[in-house]
């Protein structure tokens, strides 16, 4: 039988691991009904306290000078974006691009060292959603900077994060904008924006986030994975030595969350504020489609 277009990316990805490498058991949850504030998987429950926004009180502010100094969640961003009143699913971004490669991101730790090496249409996608990606360890999902400059009349940037410092700079890492097409359960491990804010519009679907501040302890992120184990950092003892977590695996193995952290259960017309420096880590609870952005502002640079 011929492979799949997901088996030959998963092969261009990582082409010294068997296919057979990236199935196996993933930590179950059930997707939290709509507008729901928590979410559980095992034994945790994620509950969302962070607070909501409007984007009224930021409209005149073009430089994002009063934007919080933490994480939180806009209002009224997306009211007027065809690709929100008319939303943006895998399936309508299948019909809207069919032909397209986008670059592909997640999947297990071996998966993460090669970074849109592989890639495969959205219809190729829907497809391995439907089919294939709940045989996933970690699932796979769209993560691609390249085709949102043919689809960007369908929204447009807030005036508080339209005045990008690094604009035109040929020296920056990544790109800023990005379109995250994730199946249920796939999603972003651990990382950080050290000198850019983000801001992720959801379009479709539900993202829980867990968000912690620059100067937070490095166990929590780790989650203890020396087995060092110690009071309200407890985590299960069976982790292994491996800090590239999946996404998935990191919520599961989550227990208790330190002062200061932040959970957010992301629904659709939502915008996530992250400030510079923020540790988070992402899971997708539901299908869903989301614009991402990575920015930095003139205050990092007044720091």
Not at 157 to 185: H, K, Q, T, Y
Not at 190 to 200: F, R, S, V
Not at 279 to 298: D, F, G, K, T
């Amino acid at each position: 039988m011929e492979p799949s277009a997901i088996d030959r990316a998963k092969k261009s990805i990582s082409s010294a691991e068997p296919l057979s490498a990236w199935i196996g058991p993933r930590p179950q949850f059930t997707p939290p009904p709509t507008e729901s504030k928590s979410f559980t998987i095992g034994e945790q429950t994620f509950v969302d306290r962070c607070p909501r926004l409007p984007l009224e009180n930021y409209l005149d502010d073009t430089h994002g000078d009063s934007l919080p100094q933490h994480p939180a969640v806009l209002l009224n961003v997306c009211s007027d974006w065809d690709c929100f009143s008319s939303p943006w699913t895998i399936s309508t971004l299948s019909s809207i691009v069919p032909s397209t490669p986008l670059s592909l991101d997640g999947g297990p730790g071996f998966a993460r060292g090669s970074i849109c090496f592989g890639s495969v249409t959205l219809p190729e996608y829907a497809r391995y959603c439907k089919e294939d990606a709940a045989k996933d360890s970690a699932p796979l999902y769209v993560f691609d900077h390249r085709i949102l400059s043919t689809l960007s009349s369908s929204f447009s940037i807030p005036a508080c994060f339209s005045n990008d410092v690094l604009a035109g700079d040929p020296r920056r890492a990544l790109p800023p904008a990005w379109l995250l097409v994730g199946a249920e359960g796939s999603g972003t491990p651990i990382h950080d924006h050290p000198t850019t804010i983000a801001w992720n519009a959801l379009l479709s679907g539900c993202k829980v986030w867990v968000c912690f501040p620059p100067d937070i302890d490095e166990s929590f992120l780790l989650l203890n994975l020396d087995g060092e184990n110690d009071g309200d950092k407890s985590v299960d003892s069976s982790a292994s030595d491996d800090f590239d977590l999946s996404a998935i695996e990191w919520f599961s193995r989550c227990r208790d969350l330190p002062e200061g952290a932040e959970v957010i259960i992301q629904w659709p017309g939502e915008v996530v504020f992250l400030p510079e420096g923020w540790w988070h880590v992402v899971l997708n609870a539901q299908e869903s489609v989301a614009i991402s952005y990575s920015i930095q502002l003139q205050r990092f640079n007044d720091k």
